[in-house]
């Protein structure tokens, strides 16, 4: 069993408090028609680059595939994603089917092409992690570089020209050409990040990314290279935030328990809490409509009921068909 590394566990605990933080408010202004609420600046702030960064700490570990023959990569992380997608797809699709009352085969048959819901992350990892491997095979690092920097902007171009939603026929290409970048950083950081530990320079990481992250997010413009690049640097900023508050507070007992502990279970978490979410904030929602409860009650209520179907799967000995380990 490979060593788990604190920080870098609590970074994703923290990455999945807000990405279920997301989904809680995004069901709240779908139920409540607040639209503004998400534009907010405080919240554009706190939840502007979740995704980068899972994928960027994916990226950290994802040179151990460059030591294998394409076949086993492919094998072990079809295994350890496509397994769980296709059955977390199958149990989504069916749960929307129900849920709207509109029962039909054809959105089953679209989960190889058309991700539901939050499923697109794990399917567009899965890719990701394969065109690293060919790209990083047949390139030298700069042109692997240069090639995911191009990869963004015709990722944000699609994203522009095209629907994007979570359930769009479009995700699958947007997910990967945005976020390969945040994936081959990840992949460029790791032997410093995993080396370097001075207080003094986490102290002004700190610092200076949530700067960053707060003028970068008052800036308003409609040049689509400079969107870009701001959004670009949105994702690097609360990357650096989140993975230096990481390294400070991650000797913490509290921190363990807590952060790590839901950093350590982040894929499984992910793969059910939507779910969850939706099934939650339909009860909480008709016991409060007061934003800061029903983001409190929804919470809590959702990780509670998310720990517990993580619990019964894997005493069920179903952890390989579910979570893919």
């Known amino acids: ?41 405080p ?27 394409f076949f086993t990569v492919f094998k072990t992380k079809f295994k350890r994603l496509m397994i769980p997608y296709f059955v977390w797809g199958i149990i989504s699709v069916a749960f929307y089917e129900i849920y709207s009352k509109n029962l039909s085969i054809i959105r089953f048959l679209e989960l190889p092409f058309r991700p539901i819901f939050v499923l697109w992350f794990v399917y567009s990892l899965f890719i990701i992690i394969l065109v690293f491997y060919l790209l990083q095979k047949a390139f030298k690092i700069p042109t692997v570089f240069i090639i995911s920097i191009f990869m963004f902007v015709l990722g944000n171009f699609i994203s522009v020209r095209f629907d994007n939603s979570v359930d769009s026929w479009t995700v699958l290409a947007v997910g990967l050409l945005r976020y390969f970048i945040f994936v081959y950083l990840g992949f460029l950081s790791k032997d410093y990040l995993l080396s370097s530990n001075s207080k003094m320079r986490i102290n002004l990481s700190i610092i200076l990314s949530l700067v960053a992250l707060f003028i970068l997010n008052i800036i308003s413009v ?98 390989r068909l579910f979570w893919g380990i």
């Open 222 to 319: 409609n040049i689509f290279l400079i969107k870009i690049i701001i959004e670009l640097f949105i994702g690097i900023s609360g990357i650096i935030f989140v993975c230096n508050l990481s390294m400070l507070i991650s000797s913490k007992n509290v921190v363990k328990i807590t952060l790590a502990r839901l950093g350590e279970l982040s894929m499984q978490i992910y793969l059910v809490h939507k779910l969850v979410v939706e099934v939650v904030s339909i009860a909480v929602f008709h016991f409060t409509s007061e934003l800061y409860l029903y983001t409190v009650f929804n919470l809590i209520i959702t990780l509670i009921i998310s720990f517990l179907a993580i619990i019964i799967i894997n005493k069920l000995k179903l952890n």
């Open 1 to 41: 069993m490979k060593k788990r590394i604190t920080w870098v566990d609590t970074a994703k605990g923290i990455g999945i408090l807000l990405v279920v933080l997301d989904h809680i408010l995004t069901s709240y202004v779908r139920r409540s028609g607040c639209n503004n609420l998400l534009s907010a600046l």
């Open 43 to 69: 919240i554009k702030i706190v939840l502007g680059f979740f995704m980068p960064l899972f994928f960027f700490l994916s990226g950290i570990f994802i040179g151990s595939v460059l030591k294998k023959d």
